[in-house]
């Protein structure tokens, strides 16, 4: 028998968030929520009496993490303690968390985060297996009450679930189909964020590119992008993650007339070989996503271009691993993320024979990185002896460098003879400043402050 635990008692909580910035996001928005109904932050699990884990599924190592977690901080369940499981992993285990994790109390999945008030309700009342994972659902998780963790970068959810059916890919069975917000709500968040002295955005979703505004302005996402740019006091607007197929023209030209709209552009290719990309469900053939790479490449503006890939999906033979590195070196991407394939439940790929080896799939990735590492020491090397305007957003102690973040999403780490000090360096924090490139790395690049007042 489990005892009722009061209200009271219950009132402080603990998250740790897994996987993508709209997970990251999320949390922000639960966190709100939760000190909303009166619950108060703390920083350690053995300190709440509400474990939150909010979590991953993209692949097995991610979901495996939060059974780790839920095994290591077990103690004191029941009684005094009570445990949540909110995300993609939620929602993909469903009730079954229960029986893996049996003090496991809340599994929620993000369609259900509108109804966390009323969950909380139930926990405090003393309901033990409180379960919110309704896919079936035409809302979006808006929340005045966002605590946002990051002081320079705002996030703002413009569009959530995913309508496509990629076959390596559980997010459609973890977040439900496609939702937009309305532009009116999407342009308020955003202006509402400049007076609290917010100068960047990203607008976030799992396919930006298919937002369609369900008002009747109806806005496509070229469209709120330009007006997003256009908010005075708006001085960067970033965006991810895009979709090739759905990702049109407009875009780069909206990057092009406003230079608000940072010229970094997160596009997905997954791999280089169109008979892949085929049995990958991906709706373009390479050819189709290399007409998307020229529109950017012949844009007015230096567009930075960044990847995912996944090697070693089922049947992906040796010569297609070579069109995938051939693409990278063709494009010569900023940087690339890469996966090896993970077998994930309810896809499709799931049906595929002819599996890689696991040994076989790090040979592929070990490759493509060395490839890749090269084409960013190449690419970063063009910078040196150039000024680039970032924005600040921290000092290192350690080094005794500025951490800055150009509109390309390079960081560029920078020293000043004259503002040496990290205690100024908190104050600069959030400002724009030019800074002259005199080094590069494969990851980064390292300069001095150019000789001017910092702006803004
Ligand atoms: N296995 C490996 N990588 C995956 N990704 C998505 N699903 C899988 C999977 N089953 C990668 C894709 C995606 C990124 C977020 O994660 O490259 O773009
Ligand atoms: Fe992980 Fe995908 Fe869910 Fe983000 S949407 S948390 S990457 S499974």
Redesign the pocket.
Known sequence: MTLPVTIDRMKTFYIET??????AHDSEKVVGTLLQQGYERVESPEQAQLVLY?????RDK?EQKVFSRLQQFKRGAGKDKLFGVL??VAQQEGERIFDRAPHVNLVAG?ASYTKLPEMLVQLETGNRRVTGLDLDTGETFDTPFTRRDNPHRAYITIIEGCDKACAY???PF??GPERSRTSESVMREAKSLTELGYTEIQLLG?NVNSYRDPSPHAWDFAKLLANAGAIPGIRRVRFTTSHPRDFVKSIVDAIDENPALCNHVHLPVQSGSTSVLSRMQRLYSRDEYMRRIEWMKNARRDIAITTDIIVGFPGETEADFHQTMQLAEEIEYDSMFIFKYSKRPNTSALQLEDQIPEDEKTRRLMLLQERQRAIQMRRNGRYVGKTEEVHVEGYNVATGQWIGRTSQNKTLNFSDAALPAPREAETLGGKYTNVLVTRSGPNSLAGERAREVYVQ
């Open positions: 897994f996987g993508c910035q709209m997970n909010n979590t991953c599924s993209i991610a995300g993609c993000s890919c559980v997010v973890t977040r799992q």
